[in-house]
């Protein structure tokens, strides 16, 4: 449940634009686990709760008050592009962790890196790298 929280919650930040893929079509779904599992509980606590904000927020954004999940298109696009500019700091302080935790998926699969003509990354040994 908390996964599926956080992927409605990130993949809006990270549509499809022009000739770059989105974030849904560079596997963002299975990216989001690992993100989970890899990062620390202040962290995790911090991009579940913003993943929480972005589903209760509509009312202070586009002040419509429903839950995100019952946004159709349009609406959810504005509800993100609000909650990202918004003016109170809290609200647009959940948009960012939401955008680091999809940036952090989207800048290092290699779809994107070749767009952007830079070498892909090695495969991630899964581990802590110490040196």
């Known amino acids: 449940m908390i996964r599926s929280l956080v992927h409605f919650s990130v993949t809006p930040f990270f549509p499809a634009e022009g000739e770059l893929p989105g974030g849904e079509e560079l596997g963002l779904r299975a ?3 690992q993100m989970l599992e890899d990062s620390s509980w202040l962290l995790w606590i911090g991009i579940v ?3 929480a904000a ?3 927020c509509p009312l202070f954004t586009i002040y419509c008050p429903v839950p995100a999940f019952f946004l159709s298109g349009d609406r959810l696009n504005a509800h993100t592009e609000a909650m990202a500019d918004h003016n109170n700091y809290t609200i647009r302080q959940a ?3 939401l955008k ?3 940036g952090l998926h989207w800048a290092r699969t290699d779809a994107i890196r070749n767009k952007w003509h830079l070498q892909p990354y090695e495969a991630d040994p899964d581990g802590w790298r110490v040196r």
Do not use: D, E, K, R
């Open 31 to 33: 990216f989001i686990p």
């Open 95 to 97: 948009a960012f962790l």
């Open 54 to 56: 972005y589903v209760a």
């Open 49 to 51: 709760a913003s993943s």
């Open 100 to 102: 680091m935790v999809g």
